[in-house]
């Protein structure tokens, strides 16, 4: 990516798109002129995901990335490996294919929250109840960008868009607890104004042997400015940002707050009067799925009082076969009872009889 | 087996018999079906069969809609079709009878069960005050034997301790012993398959057999059989056969492929009626690479096989009509990325979900023209149980080689019926060579050459490049691409130009066709009959008859639906007259009033049920008149 476009040249802010800066992303940034509106959200991920790729050792050649379709799957194009851009929410199903026949690749599979949750919502569920081996990246922006502005599954009830003049009817979908119930193996979420973080996140979600679901929470400036600002505005993000780390408290507010767990109800510890301390709150451990369950469910409205901070970070980790593991073993399986297969037996059949 | 001391009985010789068994579809009719008809096959006999199932798996005992029947024709001479009426009709209940006694020619025999004619049967198979029709002379034209099958069976399974139920599940097995004997046939085969299949279930084997053989005896000595049928081996070409339906040649037609192409084959599939066969057939066929994927619904069936495709297998899905409606969008992505792949459509009655244990050819005109935007894809389609494979196969060639996606047309009575099969050796069906494209390893000269994954060959075939190959990551993807490079275009001008270079690469698939051949008749004279799909043995049948009267009647039967045979347009000009039998309204005869401009008649039936061979040869006779 040696002459970027105009639009680079202009970071809104730190997720901006200037491509260029480090020699060792150009390694994976393919050819094609960004397209993406100026300020979007999507440049800082493409950023982060280019430069784990080249810090990660990984050939070019033996990664691809699947997307569907909406702003964020115009990804793939961007890379300069191989890659498919689908059709609407259907790349999960493409990811399952080619999983099951190339369990050697790196795969990751770039959606939207109409993508996944809307169109592509019933793939999904099933991609991670087989834990195909993919690094799913949901940027979720809450909004409808490529169609202009109509409200997606993950926009907030009331939410007033083009197709919702007097607000959004429907209940949101809180797309991590939809993860959790499906039993997906690798839980996350990180943020695109926060680079530091989730490039850690991505660094964790590809080392995973599974179905690594990793929500990024991504500004559509054009239809949908502003959605994640408390989450990522610096004045308000100490006080609703809870960042998840495996073995420690769970802290917020720059130490000034935490969670604590009475009996199944997370509540919030003031540990700033000398009554509580950190000893007092949650340990966050990545493996407990019990616990999970209810860190996913930590998705109050940010605006109403007393609402509990948003979780980043890793939310939960489990082992557990992945899909193509187990289709590859019945193969190997069949050759060795059955011995490798011989076209000559297979069309005699069982019973045959002669004639002449 | 011939214990008892009487004269034998007289054998009556028969150059070929239609036989029905129709029962609950609880009662293994099915079984004694294929039982009887592998008996005769591997007598030598040459023959054709049709299962007929009820949509429901289990309806209320003794009612009409829980009827399910299997004919089979079978004869010394060469059978095309499953017969069009029975000489023979096995029922296991009055609903059975009811259901199928239109099926039976004048004079025709009926074998009753006549257990299932009590007034409970008989008054849910629709007789009007519960009479009885084996006993109140509303049969006269027929020959009626009534056996109580229940209750013989019962008695010959007197000292086993199984239930009365169980004892009642070997009374298909008391029906194929007895129409062994009737036949002149052994019991040797059913023996056989009982042992393989209660072998681990002593007591279960010991019941079958004794039912098998209890069936087989009173054959022998009960005083109402007085004759005996012989029909003798069929001349068929020397060699060795195995007997198969539609669905398993169309599973062993796409292994066949892959395995001449050196692929894995990855199956992506949702069930559905009548296509889950392919299924299970080859998810029994790991060794050879097979991966089968029953994915959560349709789309995801040809997404998984479309990703499979693209990661260097060759991806496969199958389905019946609502499916392949699904998968649609689908089927034009796949086109846009000009990747291999293979759509097996089962056809059933339709719209909507429609008949879907029933036969028809109503998804020509979705296969052909139903997408969005202008989406040429391949099809073909067969004609027999046996041909399924051979078009399977041709499909995997032609997806592999053409780089495309392929769909293959066959439907419920062929994919259900099974015919004997001089199966090829391996050695004799051609090597598959797909387009593939060698890697570009850094530091060597082709690693400086840019990759351009929309290169055509001079067939306008696209190179197949495969994720791992070094120096060929390319991005495809369904929107628009510039020409050579694949990368996103909306400019005007390459649009029209791609539209163009897709529908002409796959209008020279027809290149690599055989010369068009008549299937009978004369090059050219007064009618052609156009078929197409599994209506080949009715045709086939009417047409060879009428020649023989010395009518000018031509068959031929097409295999390829999209694009035709460059052959066809001449030869329809050959003949005064054009008729196209279809199980359908007219789809075929409109495809080619609009590709030739000529003026073909369509004979049509849409009843879920094949045609007769004399419902054609009744058509053609028509045709000649007007």
Redesign the interface.
Known sequence: MSTVNGIGETPAHEGGSARNDKAEKIDFSSDQEIRWCPGCGDYSILKQVETLLAQSGKKKEDVVFISGIGCSSRFPYYMDTYGMHSIHGRAPTIVSGLRSVRPDLSVWMVTGDGDAMSIGGNHIIHLLRRNVDVNVLLFNNQIYGLTKGQYSPTSPEGAVTRSTPMGSTDHPFNPLALVKGADGTFIARSMDRDPKHMREVLARADAHRGTSFLEIYQNCNVFNDGAFEVFTEKASKPDHVLFMEHGKPLLFANGTKGIKLDGMTPVILDLSTGAHSADDCWVHNERDGFKASILVRLFDDPRLQGAMPRPFGVFFVADRPTHEEKLQAQVKRAKEVKGPGDLDKLLQGEHTWTIG | MSINTKPPKPVEERSNVVILFAGDSGDGIQLTGTQFT?TN??F?NDVSTFPNYPAEIRAPIGTLAGVSGFQLHFGSVEIFTPGDQCDVLVVMNAAALSANLDKLKPGGIIIANSDGFDKKNLRLAGYIDAADPLTDGSLVNFQVHAVDVTKLTRTALEDSTLGMKEKDRCKNMFVLGFINWMFSRENTLAEGFLEKKFGKKPDLLEANRKALVAGYFYGETSETFTTRFEVK?AP?????????TGNQGTA?GL??GA?KAKL?L?Y?SYPITPASEILHELSR???????T?Q???E???????????????L?ITASSGPGIALKT??M??ALM?EIPLVIVNVQRGGPSTGLPTKTEQADLWQAVLGRNGEAPIPVLAASTPIDCFDMAFEAVQIALEHMTPVILLTDGYIANGSEPWR????DS?PEIKPPFIA?REAGTPSAAEAFLPYARDERGVRPWAI?????????????EKQDLTG??SYDPRNHEKMVRLRAEKVARIADRYKPIRLDSGPAEGELLVVGWGSTYGAIRTAALQLQKEGHAVAHVHLRHLFPFNKGLGPLLKNYQKVLVPEMNSGQLRQLLRAEYLVDAQGLNKIQGMPFTSEEIRVGILNQLKS
């Open positions: 592998g096959a591997l030598g081996a068929l070409p020397k060699g060795t056969y195995r007997a198969i062993l292994i066949a395995q894995d990855f992506g066929h790991k060794n050879f690479g097979v991966i994927f994915a959560e619904d789309i995801a069936a040809i997404g998984s096989a479309i990703g499979a495709s693209y990661g260097g297998a991806g969008e689908a034009g992505l990325l199966f090829p050796a391996a069906l890697s994720p791992g190959q070094a120096g060929l990551q390319h991005r495809i993807g369904g929107i990368n996103i």
